[in-house]
């Protein structure tokens, strides 16, 4: 994408070439590096995930610095933010809390969970959340009768064993639903609720492949050990080296499960994509990058269109 730091005007400014990713990353990167030192409060509970907070701001850097691979600055990042005071939500260690492993998908208005990190507030005026979330994945008799979006063979495979008695995952019995033959993902089955960006959850998980990457396998065992403890299941303590990367992997892939985090995965892991229709894809297919808007590219003269468009 171009890097456009001014705004231009209809005759000026607009011609501004395509800037490397490397780029992209470094300007995205020193924005909210930016961004981190002008908000001096620290204090979530005082505006909470519903604005931008400090904590919102370093989430988001772990968030870009693993995407990079850079481990060590993701795990500093997620550390500070791990360390701010965010608790999972929880009743199963903690009875007497009204959070639950749901807890996060059906907020309504102001209203927030210990886990939330930074959520996006729906009303019925922007309703977002019905208009794309809810409308797309609730499955009956949360709402739609006939489900737009099953899951894939691979996760569906993994829901499938969860929900088994011997097994009890509480995120495959409380987040997914059989129905028609088929798995569908009921996340989103609350009308109008918040939409969460980023959650505590996903900061144990970046921290603990950080970790593990970086040699320090009983903190990774500790940290994704934490997510499998709220989940009802039993901990890992064992697995080491390669095996306790690709336990982590597999953890994230079923915790963030439709919450926009699969793609982003596939790409940074090098992996592939099982695409309906498509078929296997690498994760560099040119298919799997979307045209750039043909205004776009008739309004910038130095505008390269994307391959096979």
């Known amino acids: 994408m171009p890097i456009r730091l001014t705004p231009g005007t209809a005759t000026t400014g607009q011609n501004t070439p395509r800037s490397t990713v490397a780029q992209v990353y470094a300007q995205v990167i020193a924005d909210l590096q930016a961004a981190d030192s002008l908000i001096t409060s620290t204090d979530k509970l005082g505006v909470g995930p519903n604005y931008v907070t400090k904590y919102g701001v370093e989430a988001m850097l772990a968030k870009v610095y693993f995407s990079k691979n850079d481990f060590s600055n993701a795990e500093a990042y997620a550390t500070k933010v791990i360390n701010a005071g965010f608790t999972l939500n929880d009743t199963l260690s903690n009875p007497s809390s009204q959070y639950s492993i749901t807890s996060v998908y059906n907020q309504l208005g102001a209203t927030t969970t210990p886990e939330t990190i930074f959520q996006i507030i729906n009303t019925a005026k922007s309703d977002a959340s019905s208009g794309n979330l809810h409308g797309n994945f609730s499955a009956a008799p949360f709402g739609s009768t006939v489900p737009n979006f099953a899951m894939n063979g691979a996760l569906a495979i993994t829901v499938a064993n969860g929900i088994q008695p011997t097994v009890g995952d ?22 109008y609720s918040n939409t969460t960006v980023i959650r505590l959850a996903e900061m144990y998980l970046t921290r603990a492949e950080c970790e593990a990457q970086l040699g320090d396998e009983a903190d990774a065992r500790s940290d994704y050990n934490k997510i499998r403890a709220r989940a009802g299941i039993p901990l890992d303590n064992s697995s080491a080296g390669a095996a306790l ?17 699969h793609y982003f995965e596939v790409k940074r892991r090098k992996g592939s994509f099982n695409t309906p229709g498509a078929g296997v894809l690498a994760w560099n297919a040119q298919t799997m990058i979307y045209p750039i808007p043909q205004q776009e590219v008739q309004e910038n003269k130095a505008m390269i269109q994307n391959p096979g468009y």
Do not use: P
Not at 173 to 179: A, G, N
Not at 251 to 258: F, V
């Open 170 to 191: 509480l995120r495959c019995t409380k987040l997914f639903k059989f129905f028609f033959s088929k798995y569908y993902c009921t996340k989103y089955a609350a009308l």
């Open 245 to 261: 990367i690709t336990a982590i992997r597999a953890e994230r892939d079923l915790e963030l499960a439709m919450e926009g985090d």
